[in-house]
């Protein structure tokens, strides 16, 4: 029976493509962290860009066409 447990073990776990499986592990638990750092930017280049513009008075002349009676 020790001899399964052994041999179970020893076999090499599959690791995902491109790394090993810290590496995975480590950009899982930082995602959060990034995904709120771009919002946070996301927010303040809004912030900063869409500012509010003046209200300007519009003066352009309004032809009304004359009542005939």
Same mark, same amino acid.
């Given at each position: 029976?020790? =001899?399964?447990?052994?041999?179970? /073990?020893? !076999?090499?776990?599959?690791?995902?493509?491109?790394?090993?499986?810290? &590496?995975?592990? /480590?950009?899982r638990? /930082?995602?959060? @962290? @990034?995904?709120? $750092? $771009?919002?946070?930017?996301?927010?303040?280049?809004?912030?900063? =860009?869409?500012? +509010? +513009?003046?209200? /300007? &008075?519009?003066? !352009? +002349?309004?032809?009304?066409?004359e009542?005939? $009676?």
């Amino acid at each position: 029976m020790s =001899d399964l447990r052994r041999s179970i /073990r020893s !076999q090499p776990k599959l690791v995902p493509l491109g790394g090993s499986v810290s &590496q995975h592990s /480590r950009l899982r638990r /930082r995602l959060p @962290y @990034y995904a709120g $750092a $771009a919002l946070i930017v996301l927010l303040v280049v809004a912030w900063i =860009d869409g500012g +509010e +513009e003046p209200i /300007r &008075q519009i003066t !352009q +002349e309004v032809i009304l066409p004359e009542r005939g $009676a």
